[in-house]
């Protein structure tokens, strides 16, 4: 019963995403058919489009593993923002500055974005077991920190005076992930992605550490009596995270970019707090809910590009259904009164 | 002469969600002007009968009166309008407001714009004068002490106009000096006109303060006596007797070497209350050793300091030799501790993870249950669905939620865990509560059943029936220290344990140090 | 060397001050706001998002109605509105406060671009929107006094009024009814609710200062000095006041003191540009400052209370 009201609901609340953006592209559009059309089925019309979905999944595979991961532990950090961008930055000088032989260039940098990911995403954890600090107030702060530290860095060291924006120099061709399928930008990120993801899974439900994340999160007076140290679990559990999204950074700029242009931080930290809420903190289902929030982005693209109705479109679609998917009691009428009629009906 | 009934509770039957009778057909007339003792053990129902008085609960079936007129309460503002006052056992105060200002909240003086602080004031000092209940208007709650802040608790009743006062164990948090200052107050408050329900298990006070008492015993109003009608004897059988008592077959002891100690545990909390007071005892292989009291007299926190949870106590715990006074509650474990909590849900159990892995908590770090190098499902269902099937849990997958079982089941799990991990000590702290009686029979069997193997059992109970049936020795607690020691149980009898248990009865030092060896 | 001149320079002109108190006002208000809401047990994180669509709805309703004032109550109402999104869901439905909240940030910041490509046509700024801004205030006797006048006189409007505004949320918690309500129902709602208050009401007319109270920020943003909206243009002060508003406890001056602390980094920020000192460095300052000052208080608070423990413990061996 409890599941199928959990699938019953979800598909409420899709339906509810799907039918508002409806409404909204009827009322704004003079074109609603070609606008509906693209954002729901574009992806779908060509190979480039579709395997655009897989990689724009990339870096949100990467932060809704990490963000999944913190909330398992009961803890609400969103320090995974810094951790990527500043594992961007960090790929950006080694793939700069360092010169290494192909294969081995691409596998340096991602462990130096995942170790300074860890780094990072360990600060708001230690201030919060040792000065009893919320890592949420902590995380948000310090976000804009390494922000403006990563801007320093390209900035100061790495910057292309030439190039017209901000943008750093161009990569070394070595530190590049390659291209898996022509005419398409599907990357060996994707690869890497997924192998993360199986790793994540393993941790998380076959290994040591991963009992300890999920009892702590779950119930952390049972965790001590269990005697497991939780600060240790809350410590280490945001640097696996960390090191996640840290990794993530490298991968997309590896995988997508030749320069380092982002002058403002991604959102993909925020969008990984939808994944996480809808693969239900499970690593096993994060690629899928993060091929679905990629598939209506590329659909979202493409209908800004050859309707009138703009692809923020998919911000709207995303605040809703997490609202709605989070909503305890959003449809618990709906149950109550199946649960009554099927407990009188069990009387007669 | 029959006097008039200013407060009636007439056939209130109470069922909570989930079918458990909390109250059943009770009845309780209380007199205009006396203080009347409602007594009961806990769980009897005593605490859910007056949330029904005060409006916080809806009976299930019965009428409450008051003035001799039925009244519905909906929520508490009615009864509190109805001329009721409810002091809680958690204080009901916002503690960085001052006293003045909790006595006023909801009812302020002044306008919406400008509470009148000085009005609250006086008025506070007015009440407290009048009814000789002394608080210090103008400091905050949370820097008061707890005899204070009851105090303000009974001032914001009548500040309120109750006349009819219900005080949930309000000595529980006293000092017995601050207690005989209660007993004047409330005896004062009686004399201007105020009638008091006064909540206990403690006889003592009980027979100091009130004049007429209705006991209740599982949910049923066992009766009303005036108190000078009945000795203590027949008080505790009234409260603590139970017919239903299950049988349990048993061995002869076969005592092996003493294997567990503890000695001198002291520990004193963070409000300053001593909860452990020089606590001494040994268990030997295959002796159960139960430790009888009324719930919240150290049990809890003699368990928590056995197993770890506790680190500030003082004393020494000594286990097959090795102190593991200052060791973590891993350490502890793997010296050979098991223990099955008060509370399965919130201490025993993950509610919302899986049967799995709640069976595995003690060994999911082990090799037994790993191929290479990572946890094997495949051992960990045959792990849990061995452990379940041995003790016969009723479940339909090791994959489904512990919150989806039953009770019983749930501490069938846990019992379950908990005897097969290898230990030479078990603490079961309250095995069988709440829980129904053929998981109830099958737990105690196991436990003779590791009695038999040759552990050392430490058994918690408030269940006198239980605690008789099953223990070797008893020790009794009452207010953190051992007031009792009864080597051979079948020497005893409910109403003896009673009599300790309710602190009339204590034994000699000398006797009391029997109960730890070397 | 060249630094500390400049920063000694800089603190010793009065511009400098005008300037803080400029840089802390939004922060300062939505602080306020993040109070009331906190106080009454509910942590508000939309407050980033909410001031954004303040500061959108502002402009594009004064752009309109040609009203800077029907532009400013439209900013505030809709601050109002999406308070009560959040009420709904976090009081009526049983949501989590802070995925809620988070839902309603990523709202806004595709929302307000949204709808301002479907105005202006462009997704960065409103330009092309002839808004309107509030006045700025001389104060007559004050401007004339040297130093204090400069700094003190001369300020937008919603200076005065968050300055005003430190003293009735003040005033409201300590001597209101409903301030006195708001502080039992976040302390101790079974108190409150033992008394007859409504928890569930409170809660709600929190939530709605909050989001009015923030609603005036984001209407400082985009018709306080400058009359234009551009998308993210909040950067991160709805979250500064989180950190603001822990740091205050609750306490409405020292909520104006920890945005004063964020208005001087800030300012010191404008002022050291042409300085030194590498740009990121300054701009990062303000959020750095905040955390650690946010790490010593609760690093404080944890030790007194424990001292507090032991003395309790103490007095009564």
Redo the contacts between chains.
Sequence with gaps: MSKKFTAIRLLCAFAIAIAISVIIILL?SEEPGTAIFNLFLGPLQSKRHFFEVFSSSVPLIFTGLALGLVFKSGN?SMISDACLYTGGVVTAALAIEVALPYGVHPIVIMIAAAVTGGIIGSIPAL?KVY????E???S??????F???G??TI??FLADREAGAFASRKYAETASLPVLLDRTNFHLGYLIAIGVVIVLY?LV????FG?EI??AG??P????????NTAKVIILTQVVAGAVAGLGGSVEQMGMYQRFNWQ?SP?YA?DG??IA?LSGNNPKMVPFAAFFLAYIRVGADLMSRRSDV?N?????I???L??FV?????MSGWKQRREAKKALGGEV | MEQENILEARNITKVYPGGVVANHNVNLEVRKGEIHALVGENGAGKSTLMKMLFGMLAPTEGQIFVDGKEVHFSSSSDAIAAGLGMVHQHFMQVPSMTVAENLILGAETGNTFKVDRKEAVRITNELSDKYNLKVEANEKVEDISLAMRQKLEILKALYRGAHILILDEPTAVLTPQETEELFEQLKLLRENGHTIIFISHKLNEVKALCSRMTILRDGKTMGTYDIADLDEQEISRLMVGRNVSLDIEKDEADYGKNIFSVKDLVYVDYFGKTRLDHVSFSIRQGQILGVAGIDGNGQSELVEAI???LRQQHGTITLKGQDISHA????R?EAGIS?V?EDRL????????SLE?NT???V??TSQLKSHG??D?KKVSAFTNRILKEFLVKYKSSKQAVSELSGGNVQKLIVGREFDYDADLLIMNQPTRGIDVGAIEFIRKKIVDMRSKKKAILLISADLSEILSLSDAIVVMHEGKIVGYIDDVKKTTENELGLYMLGVKEDSRERIGGAYCE | MDVLQDILRTLSLPDFYFAMFRSATPVLLTTLGAMVASRSGTNN?ALEGTMLISAFVGVAVSAFTQSALIGFLGAVFSGFVVSSILAY?VL?????S???G??????A???T??VL??LTGE?GASTSLPSLTLPSITIPLVKDIPVIGTILSGHHILTYAGLILVVVIWYMFKYTRLGMHIRAVGESPDAAESVGISVKKVKYIALSISGILTGMAGAFLSMGYVSLFSS?MTA?RG??A??TQ?IAAGNAVVGMLASLLFGFCQSMANYLQSSSI????I??MP??I??IA??IY??A??QRKKKKQFREADKKK
């Excluded at chain 1, 439900?205 to 040591?208: E, S």
């Excluded at chain 1, 923020?312 to 709207?316: A, F, K, N, T």
């Design positions: 704004v609400f201030l000065f009893h600090t919320n949420l107030v902590t948000l702060m310090l976000n804009y920190v922000y403006y530290l801007i320093y900035t100061k393993l439900f076959k290994t040591r009992y999920r009892v779950s119930n007076q049972f965790a001590k009596y269990s005697g497991i403002d959102s925020w707090v939808i809420i703009q923020e479109l998919v911000s709207i995303q605040a809703v997490i609202l989070t909503a305890e009691r959003f | 197993v770890g949870t973590p509650v891993r350490a474990q223990h909590s919130k201490y025993g159990s993950a509610p919302k993870l892995d595995i908590s003690k999911y770090y990572l946890i499902k | 994180i869901f009526k439905l049983n949501s989590n802070v995925i809620s988070i839902a309603l940030n990523t709202f910041s595709g929302a671009i949204f490509y479907l997704k993210g991160g979250y500064i989180l950190a822990a590498p740009l990121q460095f701009q990062l959020y750095l905040i955390v946010y790490t609760c690093f608070m944890e």
